[in-house]
């Protein structure tokens, strides 16, 4: 399995940006796809996630992206998607994509930086 991010990059506050994911390999049993970050000196946390167990498909988002972030999928083209509105220079981070089973998978990252 093997996880692509793309989409980083630097931003002005107030403005957007869209992360993809690209999925390859085979995965049986999937519990949830989602987006983590870690800033420098924190530890990573969840950003948002869509189940894929249980209520499926119901999307879970960190309070600090509400209303702001949007998570999606692409089935047809095994992408996963977070859209960015309204960023603040919190939002600074490492992004990654993960998809959680009985083996986590993890994507190398992808950097957002927003300036003030």
């Known amino acids: 399995v093997r996880l692509v991010e793309s989409g980083g990059g630097l931003v002005q506050a107030g403005g957007s940006l869209r992360l993809s994911c690209a999925a390859s390999g085979v995965i049986l049993s999937i519990n949830s796809v989602g987006w983590y970050r870690q800033a420098p000196g924190k530890e990573r946390e969840l950003v948002a996630s869509?189940?894929?167990?249980?209520?499926?498909?119901?999307?879970m988002y960190a309070d600090s992206v509400k209303g702001r972030f949007t998570i999606s999928r692409d089935n047809a083209k095994n992408t996963l998607y977070l859209q960015m509105n309204s960023l603040k220079p919190e939002d600074t981070a490492i992004y990654y994509c993960?998809?959680?089973?009985?083996?986590?998978?993890w994507g190398q990252g992808t950097q957002v930086t927003v300036s003030a």
């Open positions: 993960a998809i959680t089973s009985e083996q986590n998978y």
């Open positions: 869509i189940a894929q167990t249980g209520t499926f498909g119901r999307t």
